[in-house]
Nanobody, 115 residues
Framework: QVQVVESGGGLVQAGGSLRLSCVASGSIFSINVMGWYRQAPGKQRELVAGITNGGSTNYADSVKGRFTISRDNAKNTVYLQMNSLKPEDTAVYYC?????????WGQGTQVTVSS
């Protein structure tokens, strides 16, 4: 089993920045991919960004050029640096981990961007 804990959400004005962190613990040998989804009120959960052990990344088109995902394998930690935030980025952000797909999930951290 893998436990995933997020931190770093909060309230920020449009144009500002936030950095989310996520630590995985437990059976970490079963982890290859880590990343972030988000869910806004009334909307489906959507992939924001993901990263593999080897450093390959993928991003949603809506965040390319503004968000950067990175990973510290020694600390089993993934980060999401969010710059130039927009009100439409407001959502609960969920960290995930897994072998090939998202299997383990955190509880989520709220990100609110005011206009």
């Amino acid at each position: 089993q893998v436990q995933v804990v997020e931190s770093g959400g909060g309230l920020v004005q449009a144009g500002g920045s936030l950095r989310l962190s996520c630590v995985a613990s437990g059976s970490i040998f079963s982890i290859n991919v880590m990343g972030w989804y988000r869910q806004a009120p009334g909307k489906q959960r959507e992939l924001v960004a993901g990263i593999t052990n080897g450093g390959s990344t993928n991003y949603a088109d809506s965040v390319k050029g503004r968000f950067t995902i990175s990973r510290d394998n020694a600390k089993n930690t993934v980060y999401l640096q969010m710059n130039s935030l927009k009100p439409e980025d407001t959502a609960v952000y969920y960290c995930y981990s897994g072998l090939r797909v998202a299997k383990y999930w955190g509880q989520g951290t709220q990100v609110t961007v005011s206009s």
